[in-house]
């Protein structure tokens, strides 16, 4: 079955851009996750939807990120005047309930470079 | 959340068990531990989860301590494709749980 899917899978932005990254969830799953992940880093936690609702968006690091996921299904992150420092790759996470025992599968990420 | 400890980096031999170590002094009665793996330029992927007792699946074992301070997750015939980070974490329930990942364990499964 089809799994998480993210794209682009690479973007390259100029400094000052506007840049949207889709995350399409396994169908069905209720839980859709964010991470950024810095180079020889651990990823990080940048925000939790439960179907349409953004339940926890802190982790976002500034108000330039901006997160949606309109119908419960495809989420997309967005990040506007894109800085250096947002040079990562940015996973997608989905988990069929809310049980946090549930696994969470992850998507093959969106590596971004900021130039 | 607990914080983990693990080793930066470890080496195995093909065919042979891999035993991956991880300490949680801090964790509490109602956190759990769990493994996820990222192989290079993919996105993480579970293994394995438990509270306190010893968990096996198709992928792995998992051993907890009894006082849960520390864990091991045991690969038990270790093949090239399981090079990748190992990431041991601990985590409470909750519905927006969030995964918490320090950096990891390099193994490195040599032929």
């Known amino acids: 079955g089809a799994g998480v899917s993210q794209s682009p899978r690479y973007k390259v932005a100029k400094r000052g851009q506007d840049v949207a990254l889709r995350c399409d969830p396994i169908?069905?799953?209720?839980?859709l996750f964010w991470y950024q992940q810095a180079l020889g880093q651990g990823p990080e936690f940048l925000t939790y939807?439960?179907?349409?609702?953004?339940?926890?968006k802190s982790g976002l690091p500034s108000d330039r990120f901006f997160a949606e996921r309109p119908e419960g299904s495809v989420s997309t992150l967005k990040i506007q005047r894109t800085q250096q420092e947002d040079s990562a790759v940015y996973l997608c996470?989905?988990?069929?309930?809310?049980?946090?025992?549930?696994?969470?599968?992850f998507g093959p990420g969106t590596r971004l470079l900021v130039l | 959340d607990a914080k983990t400890t693990q080793p930066t980096s470890m080496d195995c031999a093909e065919g042979r068990a891999a035993n991956l170590p991880c300490n949680h002094s801090?964790?509490?009665?109602?956190?759990?531990v769990y493994w996820y793996r990222q192989i290079h330029s993919q996105g993480p992927q579970y293994i394995i989860h438990?509270?306190?007792n010893n968990e096996t699946n198709e992928m792995a074992s998992l051993i907890i301590t009894e006082d849960r301070k520390s864990s091991t997750l045991i690969l038990p015939h270790a093949t090239l494709r399981d090079t990748a980070v190992y990431y041991c974490?601990?985590?409470?329930?909750?519905?927006?749980?969030?995964?918490?990942f320090g950096k990891g364990t390099l193994l490195t499964v040599n032929p």
């Open positions: 996470a989905s988990r069929l309930g809310l049980d946090p025992q549930e696994t969470q599968y």
């Open positions: 169908s069905g799953h209720v839980s």
């Open positions: 939807f439960q179907n349409e609702a953004q339940l926890d």
């Open positions: 801090t964790i509490s009665g109602n956190e759990y």
């Open positions: 438990g509270l306190k």
């Open positions: 974490i601990v985590s409470p329930g909750g519905s927006n749980y969030k995964l918490t």
